[in-house]
């Protein structure tokens, strides 16, 4: 049963529009979730995180939302670019266990 | 500064040989460790972690088994592959006390079971 959901496994954008990655999670005892971003053949690399008491958290081009009621959160990217064309993986995790559940990713296009 | 190291970066092996993947951390003491497996389709599946020497949690019962012989090194065995071990193997940790850190990941092994 997954407990990390990523429904779009593609998703394709030109460049400079806004790219918005979903993500959502059926359990409730999460409180922390993050993005991260993966290049072929490379280890995936931290990119944004937000805690459950917030619902959204930005970062330069990144903003992360959080809409506990529903149980998703999703990613912005604005101006998308050329580079962050990768695979995007959301996780969550509990705070008393730590261990971070992953989702299936969702592979990122950004057309120039 | 924290690094982590994992090797080989590809391993071709053919079925029914053993597997030993090596993962080491720098500039961290008594970190968690983590194997994750991504499989085409499955997403980063999570298959061992390490909470200190010697003790090692199974997430998915299989094929493979871990050890942790030092504080700083996390090892991937197996001792007869099967062609559903091909993957993309990835090793990470996580500094104790800071969970919301998430995991600082290795490069890699790209194993392919022939």
């Known amino acids: 049963d997954q407990q990390v959901k990523q429904n779009s496994p593609s998703l394709s954008v030109q460049e400079g529009r806004i790219s918005i990655l979903n993500c959502d999670y059926t359990?409730?005892?999460?409180?922390?979730f993050l993005w991260y971003k993966k290049y072929p053949a490379e280890g995936p690399t931290f990119l944004i995180s937000i805690s459950s008491i917030k619902d959204k958290n930005e970062d330069g081009r990144f903003t992360v939302f959080l809409n506990k009621s529903a149980k998703h959160l999703s990613l912005h990217i604005v101006p998308s670019q050329p580079g962050d064309s990768a695979v995007y993986f959301c996780?969550?995790?509990?705070?008393?266990?730590?261990?971070?559940?992953f989702g299936k990713g969702t592979k990122l296009s950004v057309k120039p | 500064s924290q690094t982590i190291h994992q090797w080989p970066a590809t391993l071709v092996q053919p079925v029914g040989s053993p597997l030993s993947l090596e993962c080491t951390v720098e500039?961290?003491?008594?970190?968690?460790l983590y194997w994750y497996r991504q499989a085409a389709g499955r997403g980063l599946q999570l298959l061992f972690y390490?909470?200190?020497?010697?003790?090692i949690s199974s997430e998915v019962p299989q094929n493979l088994s871990a050890s942790r012989p030092q504080d700083r090194q996390f090892i991937l065995s197996s001792k007869k592959l099967l062609l559903s071990d091909s993957g993309f193997y990835l090793c990470a940790y996580r500094t104790r006390g800071r969970p919301s850190n998430g995991y600082t990941f290795g490069s890699g092994t790209r194993l392919t079971v022939v």
């Open positions: 996780a969550a995790s509990k705070r008393s266990q730590g261990n971070l559940i």
């Open positions: 500039g961290t003491s008594n970190p968690n």
């Open positions: 359990n409730s005892m999460f409180d922390y």
């Open positions: 390490s909470v200190g020497i010697g003790q």
